[in-house]
């Protein structure tokens, strides 16, 4: 990851200079004897989460959003996870799974990221600690094609909560879509939608099946090198619909930021747990930029976008503009 190399002028992907990971690498925490006098809020730690949590205070969790390795051989910069049968692989899970109980308030809710091939793994150890509320399925448009199996183009994300008692905000994550068949009631007044300088448009209850994410690419300035990175757009998703202004939000797996990012673009608090320096200080310049660059692709004007959504970009454009 050297971010002093030459790269096409339209490739926007974030890396770092040899000063920038000087500078950065001095902002990380490692518990606990960084965390002496500081409050744990707004700060990345670097270190393998099994040595983290141990260190952290109860119940300090409004919301848990954790994007951990699926059960495949993966390279992440100087980290290798390998495959495991899926009896080593839940056992792997408990280990840090049975400690958010802990950790989280007795209304908090929680977001476990994972594939088809890891998913009845995560559900498994996931219901042991968290009344299961539902498996969001989300689209993957990138990706090679198989000639003897389907395209894997989804993967799912497991909602919980810690108990009944807990906050859902349905109205800050409706989602805005064009309207093709533009049906009128009986007086001829347009039937749930409304015209837009953009065009009609309707305002739509979210579901469980998202088809509106954009996978980070070389010419997105979220991008990073980090082989699995999260759209910002989708975690924002689950930011607004399960925490409030000033709530923390808490992810142990955190890679190159994006659910500190979001959380900081939203007005959140955020602590994340991240082993390997390099994406950790990513992370660190990606949170900089945020108080600069608050803007999420694909959500603005209080709504989710459709994919690839003149409206959103434009919309988008002039708030970055102002």
Same mark, same amino acid.
């Given at each position: 990851?050297?971010? @002093? ?17 000087? %500078? ?23 270190? @393998? ?37 899926? &009896? ?27 594939? +088809? ?40 994300? +497991? ?115 991240? %082993? ?15 108080? &600069? ?11 989710? +976008? ?17």
């Amino acid at each position: 990851m050297n971010g @002093d190399k030459q790269r096409a002028p339209n490739n926007r992907t974030l890396v770092l200079s040899s000063d920038e990971r000087r %500078i950065y690498r001095q902002q990380l925490v490692r518990l606990p004897g960084d965390a002496t006098g500081q409050r744990l809020e707004n700060i990345t730690i670097c270190q @393998d989460a099994l040595e983290a949590l141990p260190q952290l205070p109860d119940g300090f969790v409004d919301l848990l959003i954790v994007d951990p390795p699926y059960n495949r051989s993966k390279v992440f910069n100087q980290t290798t996870f390998n495959q495991r049968s899926q &009896t080593v692989y839940e056992t792997w899970l408990e280990s840090w799974m049975s400690q958010m109980s802990r950790l989280l308030k007795p209304n908090a809710s929680a977001y476990v990221c994972c594939d +088809w091939q890891s998913s009845p793994a995560v559900y498994n150890v996931f219901s042991r600690y968290f009344m299961v509320r539902n498996r969001i399925t989300w689209e993957r448009e990138k990706g090679r094609g198989a000639k003897q199996n389907w395209k894997n183009s989804s993967e799912d994300i +497991w909602f919980g909560t810690v108990s009944e008692d807990y906050s859902f905000d349905v109205e800050a994550v409706k989602v805005k879509r064009r309207v093709l068949a533009p049906y009128r009631d009986r007086t001829g007044n347009p039937k749930d939608w409304q015209t837009t300088d953009q065009g009609k448009f309707r305002i739509t209850h979210p579901s469980n099946l998202w088809t509106d994410i954009s996978i980070p690419f070389w010419s997105m300035p979220e991008n990073t090198e980090h082989p699995t990175q999260k759209p910002e757009k989708l975690i924002a998703k689950i930011i607004l619909a399960s925490s409030q202004p000033g709530d923390m939000v808490f992810d142990p797996f955190l890679g190159s930021g994006t659910t500190s990012v979001v959380a900081k673009k939203l007005s959140r608090r955020y602590v994340g747990i991240e %082993i390997d320096e390099e994406y950790a200080c990513i992370a660190e310049k990606r949170l900089a930029l945020a108080a &600069t660059q608050p803007n999420i692709q694909g959500y603005a004007g209080g709504y989710f +976008w459709e994919r690839n959504s003149l409206s959103s970009q434009h919309r988008a454009r002039r708030e970055s503009d102002s």
